[in-house]
Antibody, heavy 120, light 107 residues
Framework: EVQLVQSGAEVKKPGESLKISCKGSGYSFTNYWIVWVRQMPGKGLEYMGIIYPGDSDTTYSPSFQGQVTISADKSISTAFLQWSSLKASDTAMYYC?????????????WGQGTLVTVSS | SYELTQPPSVSVSPGQTARITCSGDALPKHYAYWYQQKPGQAPMLVIYKDSERPSGIPARFSGSSSGTTVTLTISGVQAEDEADYYCQSADSSETYVFGTGTKVTVL
């Protein structure tokens, strides 16, 4: 069974750093792209970026370039999303999702989401 | 920046047909995908490649494309279909983008 399991909710202060994770299982983690999606409270879905765990090839949405870092460790089948200095406006639910094997398959499996709260 | 525009809300009675549109200039060049998101849950893929249905998705969900508009149709709407729906595609630089989202209310 394909699963993406994300790390738990986080409460942080502005200026702190954070790294959240997304562990894949039930499939060949290195052969499927992983995307990260932000959902701010009461708002819609926003595409942040994508990584290919096989070689860590990464592309960011222009809206998130320079704001976050996406990485992966294929030895533990895990993708990461990190911030070096959080802002209150980073408060949101963050989802990882797998892009299907074919580029035209859509985001076929999703993690349960990680809620990040940034507040002083 | 590129936008995919959806109506904010659609209301439909049980058993009737709900149609949700998604408009974007690059849609003739890129496939569209549709996701259902129920409160407190992660999104779920319901349509890919404009009109294909993943396994396990009921046949009442269908997708179509015409020019710069794609449409998700839910035939014979059931109470469990009440959710937010998002289209997704790519812009001219191959960057993925989500639509603005549509709240479907079953009356």
């Amino acid at each position: 069974e394909v699963q993406l399991v994300q790390s738990g909710a986080e409460v942080k202060k502005p200026g702190e750093s954070l790294k959240i994770s997304c562990k894949g299982s039930g499939y060949s983690f290195t052969n499927y792209w992983i995307v990260w999606v932000r959902q701010m409270p009461g708002k819609g879905l926003e595409y942040m970026g994508i990584i290919y765990p096989g070689d860590s090839d990464t592309t960011y949405s222009p809206s998130f370039q320079g704001q976050v870092t996406i990485s992966a460790d294929k030895s533990i089948s895990t993708a990461f999303l990190q911030w070096s200095s959080l802002k209150a406006s980073d408060t949101a639910m963050y989802y990882c999702a797998r892009r299907g094997y074919s580029g035209s398959s859509g985001f076929d499996y999703w993690g349960q989401g990680t809620l990040v709260t940034v507040s002083s | 920046s590129y936008e995919l525009t959806q109506p904010p809300s659609v209301s439909v009675s049980p058993g009737q047909t709900a149609r949700i549109t998604c408009s974007g200039d690059a849609l003739p060049k890129h496939y569209a995908y549709w996701y259902q998101q129920k409160p407190g849950q992660a999104p779920m893929l319901v349509i890919y490649k404009d009109s294909e249905r993943p396994s396990g998705i009921p046949a009442r969900f269908s997708g179509s494309s015409s020019g710069t508009t794609v449409t998700l149709t839910i035939s014979g709407v059931q109470a469990e279909d009440e959710a937010d729906y998002y289209c997704q595609s790519a812009d001219s630089s191959e960057t993925y983008v989500f639509g603005t989202g549509t709240k479907v209310t079953v009356l």
